[in-house]
């Protein structure tokens, strides 16, 4: 067996977990999270939503399936640390075209193994989410504790710039093409525009620094806004934007991020939960049709409802906003968290989940039927009143 190079993980409290090196040899610093999903993580490594975050693998076997070329949702991983426990010796599947760790060390991802992450995750869960360090080229863990206490924050981070396209693009509708959607990439997964393809919806993804007229001036029918990584108290442009769409009374849907500018500029806040929510099992009421779906998540932040707070159960009531009611449609059961707004007066809606997961699970993928119902009524109404 080859003997590994030792390396350290130093979380920002002081708390240290040994290990060895895994990915490339290295140094590097970030968030600590942990994911509970059991299946998914070439998803996870290159979901845009994780960047700057180092990511903690609760399933203790990972690497089992290799990687391949059809899984990624984006171009690259984007994590900025990797934690697993077992790393897999040999990844074993029909459709792998190569290994986790080789992929992790040629896009020079340093990560750790061996570590306890059972340990490792119960502590992030009483303490909440933190800033840690992960070296393999320096053992001393007062060393890497002072360049973590240096890292910065998530909280006040605007990261949607760094992982947003550089120019626009678009996904063609699959089949007949039934509608136009402009997509604001705050770092959208691949899987977005696939599923609204397979709804006849051809999307156009725009940079996260475009206007309200260049979204329009695609022919969108509708406007998306995407998931993506940071706090969502420093995304002002994109705020204004969703506001100028409700004011022209646009259709609109947002997911993760999406969900969070959207409640900005319906006049929500937002704030940063303890730990967050990442994995693939999350359970989340649908108050529209009264289901529990399980459903897929990560975001480290929420919707602020004025007059609730953490932990409370939400009131299923219209809320006055200045673009009229507003009602939480959606509701996590294990803390009560907003998962969900939908506009009473307008047509905008949002889920703070992942109905787009690759990986799973699909109880929400319905909601791009949703999208595409809310663009279709909106487009039989204009043409009703143009007649």
Request: charged share 20%; proline share 6%; hydrophobic share 35%.
């Amino acid at each position: 067996m080859v003997k590994r190079r030792p390396a350290i993980l130093v979380l920002e409290d002081g708390r240290t977990f040994p290990g060895e090196a895994y990915g490339s040899v290295g140094e590097t610093f970030g968030e600590a999270v942990f994911n509970t999903g059991m299946t998914g993580y070439q998803e996870t490594l290159t979901d845009p939503s994780y960047h700057r975050q180092v990511v903690v693998q609760t399933a203790p076997h990972i690497g089992n399936t290799g990687v391949n070329g059809e899984d990624d949702e984006s171009g690259r991983i984007w994590v900025a640390g990797y934690v697993v426990r077992d790393p897999a010796r040999i990844g074993s599947n029909w459709r792998a075209t190569g290994g986790l760790e080789d992929r992790l060390a040629t896009e020079g991802v340093v990560g750790i193994s061996g570590v306890d992450t059972r340990a490792l995750t119960r502590h992030l869960r009483e303490r909440g989410a933190m800033r840690v360090g992960i070296s393999s080229v320096d053992n001393d863990p007062q060393s890497l504790l002072a360049r973590v206490r240096q890292a910065p924050q998530m909280v006040g981070a605007d990261l949607s710039a760094e992982v947003s396209t550089p120019e626009p693009y678009v996904v063609e509708a699959l089949g007949e093409h039934r509608f136009t959607v402009a997509a604001l990439d705050l770092g959208i997964k691949r899987n977005v525009p696939r599923r609204l393809a397979t709804r006849g919806v051809t999307t156009h993804v725009l940079p996260a620094s475009s206007s309200i007229d260049q979204m329009l001036a695609t022919g969108a029918d509708a406007i998306f806004l995407s998931p993506g990584p940071g706090d969502p108290a420093t995304a002002d442009v994109p705020v204004e934007l969703a506001r100028e769409a409700l004011r022209r009374e646009v259709p609109l849907f947002g997911i993760c991020f999406g969900s969070q500018i959207l409640g900005r500029a319906l006049g929500f806040g937002t704030y940063k939960l303890g730990y967050g929510h990442r994995g693939i099992n999350q359970p989340v009421l649908d108050r529209v049709t009264g289901k529990v779906e399980v459903t897929s998540h990560n975001h480290g932040f929420a919707v602020q409802v004025p007059g609730v707070g953490d932990g409370a159960v939400v009131p299923d009531q219209v809320i006055d906003t200045d673009f009229g009611g507003v009602r939480v449609s959606h509701v996590c059961l294990n803390d009560n968290v907003v998962e969900g707004l939908r506009a009473v007066d307008l047509p905008a809606f949002t889920v703070q989940y992942h109905p787009e997961a690759a990986a799973g699970p699909h109880d929400a993928d319905y909601l791009f039927d949703r999208f595409a119902d809310l663009i279709e009524g909106r487009t039989h109404s204009k043409g009703r009143s143009n007649a």
